[in-house]
Nanobody
Framework: QVQLVESGGGLVQAGGSLRLSCAASGSIFSINVMGWYRQAPGKQRELVATISSGGSTNYADSVKGRFTISRDNAKNTVLLQMNSLEPEDTAIYYC??????????????WGQGTQVTVSS
């Protein structure tokens, strides 16, 4: 059984910062890509940022230069530092990870989500 647990969401004023954290636990042999997605009310879930096991990153155009994704492979965690937050960043943020829970058996896993609200 694999679990992803997010923390760090909350309410912040526009221009402020938040840091999201996601820890993977359970039966983990290795973790490939980890990432963050978000879903605003009435909208589809969208990619925010991803990071490979080697540290290569990918960002949505809307967050480039404001958000930074990082990971600690030893702790099976992924972080999202969000700066210069805008009301448009308001959404539920979900952690995602491609996890090898036994040799050659990979699955994508999702966290339960954490609410980020940015007030204007």
């Amino acid at each position: 059984q694999v679990q992803l647990v997010e923390s760090g969401g909350g309410l912040v004023q526009a221009g402020g910062s938040l840091r999201l954290s996601c820890a993977a636990s359970g039966s983990i042999f290795s973790i490939n890509v980890m990432g963050w997605y978000r879903q605003a009310p009435g909208k589809q879930r969208e990619l925010v940022a991803t990071i490979s096991s080697g540290g290569s990153t990918n960002y949505a155009d809307s967050v480039k230069g404001r958000f930074t994704i990082s990971r600690d492979n030893a702790k099976n965690t992924v972080l999202l530092q969000m700066n210069s937050l805008e009301p448009e960043d308001t959404a539920i943020y979900y952690c995602n990870a491609h996890i090898e829970s036994s040799p050659q058996y990979y699955m994508y896993h999702w966290g339960q989500g954490t609410q980020v609200t940015v007030s204007s």
